[in-house]
């Protein structure tokens, strides 16, 4: 009859095997041509994906000679409640994460004659390049991202619009 691991040797073994599992990760990882990165720049990961999607950036200077001449359309991709607490002066609401339920705004934005400037968040939000890619796949070809978002336009002490207005 086999005699019945103690608990200190049932937790050796299991913390081994614990080991044994991370080592393997680390190895697989190390040499995968795919390999995940031990450490990365978040603020910049939306910027690099925006580039390699070959999506025009607007910076600052751009968006402030935009809301001077009004010559873009400026869509707020972060929730429905950041939206309602502060936006850029005449941006319509578009949650990225939430799109299903504003099908008119999809329209407007689709039909509009200004070209549609997306922002969130900030460089580490990839809302509005996720919608910028998604409005491109539904035929709308002009669109760019301002990846300084409501961060950066808060920062300057920029003007905004809704509960919190400055």
């Given at each position: 009859m086999s005699k019945k691991p103690t608990?200190?040797?049932?937790?050796?073994?299991v913390?081994?095997?614990?080991l044994a599992a991370a080592l393997l990760a680390v190895v697989v990882n190390l040499i995968h041509p795919k390999?995940?990165?031990?450490?990365e720049n978040w603020g910049s990961r939306a910027e690099a994906q925006a580039v390699a999607e070959q999506m025009p950036l607007v910076q600052l200077s751009d968006m402030l000679n935009f809301?001077?001449?009004?010559?873009?359309?400026?869509?707020?991709?972060?929730?429905?409640?950041e939206y309602?607490?502060?936006?850029?002066?005449?941006?319509?609401?578009?949650?990225f994460q939430t799109l299903e339920?504003?099908?008119?705004?999809v329209?407007?934005?689709?039909?509009?004659?200004?070209?549609?400037?997306?922002?969130c968040t900030g460089p580490e939000c990839d809302d509005s390049l996720l919608l910028a890619v998604h409005l491109r796949k539904l035929g709308r070809k002009d669109?760019?991202?301002?990846?300084?978002?409501?961060?950066?336009?808060?920062?300057?002490?920029l003007s905004t619009e809704g509960e919190a207005v400055q």
């Open positions: 608990a200190g040797e049932t937790a050796r073994r913390l081994w095997l614990i390999r995940i990165p031990w450490v809301l001077r001449d009004g010559s873009r359309l400026f869509v707020d991709a972060r929730p429905a409640e309602a607490r502060a936006h850029l002066p005449g941006a319509v609401s578009l949650p339920k504003y099908p008119a705004v329209v407007q934005v689709l039909a509009s004659d200004k070209p549609p400037v997306l922002y669109v760019s991202v301002f990846i300084g978002g409501m961060n950066l336009w808060q920062s300057e002490l």
